[in-house]
Protein backbone atom coordinates (compact mmCIF):
# COMPACT_ATOMS: atom_id res chain seq x y z
CA UNK A 1 0.00 0.00 0.00
CA UNK A 2 1.44 3.88 -0.69
CA UNK A 3 0.55 6.58 0.81
CA UNK A 4 -0.21 9.95 -0.60
CA UNK A 5 -0.49 13.25 0.79
CA UNK A 6 -2.10 16.71 -1.31
CA UNK A 7 -2.26 19.73 0.64
CA UNK A 8 -4.93 21.53 -1.85
CA UNK A 9 -6.78 23.41 1.11
CA UNK A 10 -10.76 22.93 1.43
CA UNK A 11 -10.95 22.16 -2.40
CA UNK A 12 -10.22 18.90 -3.35
CA UNK A 13 -13.04 17.22 -5.78
CA UNK A 14 -10.43 17.26 -8.50
CA UNK A 15 -6.48 17.48 -8.10
CA UNK A 16 -3.02 15.93 -9.37
CA UNK A 17 -0.62 13.54 -8.10
CA UNK A 18 2.71 14.33 -9.26
CA UNK A 19 4.49 10.80 -9.61
CA UNK A 20 1.34 9.53 -8.44
CA UNK A 21 0.91 6.52 -10.50
CA UNK A 22 2.48 3.03 -8.65
CA UNK A 23 2.95 1.53 -11.80
CA UNK A 24 4.69 4.03 -14.46
CA UNK A 25 5.60 6.61 -12.04
CA UNK A 26 3.06 9.61 -13.83
CA UNK A 27 0.56 11.63 -13.06
CA UNK A 28 -2.41 10.65 -11.62
CA UNK A 29 -5.22 12.42 -12.03
CA UNK A 30 -8.22 12.18 -8.61
CA UNK A 31 -11.32 13.13 -8.71
CA UNK A 32 -13.26 12.83 -4.89
CA UNK A 33 -16.64 12.53 -4.54
CA UNK A 34 -18.57 12.02 -1.34
CA UNK A 35 -19.18 8.37 -2.90
CA UNK A 36 -14.97 7.84 -2.84
CA UNK A 37 -12.08 8.57 -4.77
CA UNK A 38 -11.08 7.87 -8.64
CA UNK A 39 -7.56 7.91 -9.48
CA UNK A 40 -6.32 7.62 -13.48
CA UNK A 41 -2.80 8.39 -14.66
CA UNK A 42 -3.46 9.09 -18.70
CA UNK A 43 0.01 7.63 -19.93
CA UNK A 44 -0.60 3.64 -18.82
CA UNK A 45 -4.35 4.50 -18.44
CA UNK A 46 -3.77 3.05 -14.35
CA UNK A 47 -7.55 3.29 -12.88
CA UNK A 48 -7.66 2.94 -9.62
CA UNK A 49 -10.61 3.63 -6.66
CA UNK A 50 -8.29 4.92 -3.69
CA UNK A 51 -9.47 4.79 -0.14
CA UNK A 52 -9.48 8.50 0.84
CA UNK A 53 -8.85 10.51 3.77
CA UNK A 54 -9.83 13.94 4.76
CA UNK A 55 -6.99 15.32 7.33
CA UNK A 56 -6.58 18.79 8.87
CA UNK A 57 -3.76 18.90 6.43
CA UNK A 58 -4.96 18.26 3.36
CA UNK A 59 -6.39 14.75 1.57
CA UNK A 60 -4.54 11.28 2.54
CA UNK A 61 -4.62 8.48 -0.41
CA UNK A 62 -4.34 5.13 0.08
CA UNK A 63 -4.05 3.37 -3.49
CA UNK A 64 -4.07 -0.90 -2.57
CA UNK A 65 -1.68 -2.13 -5.21
CA UNK A 66 -3.19 -5.77 -4.42
CA UNK A 67 -6.78 -6.16 -4.32
CA UNK A 68 -8.11 -8.84 -1.80
CA UNK A 69 -11.27 -10.20 -2.21
ZN1 LIG B 1 0.72 5.36 -14.97
Redesign the pocket.
Known sequence: MTHFESSNGDRFAEFVLPDG?V????E?TVRASHAGAHSY?P????LSKPQMRVRDNGVELSFATTVLA
Open positions: CLCGGVCQCHW
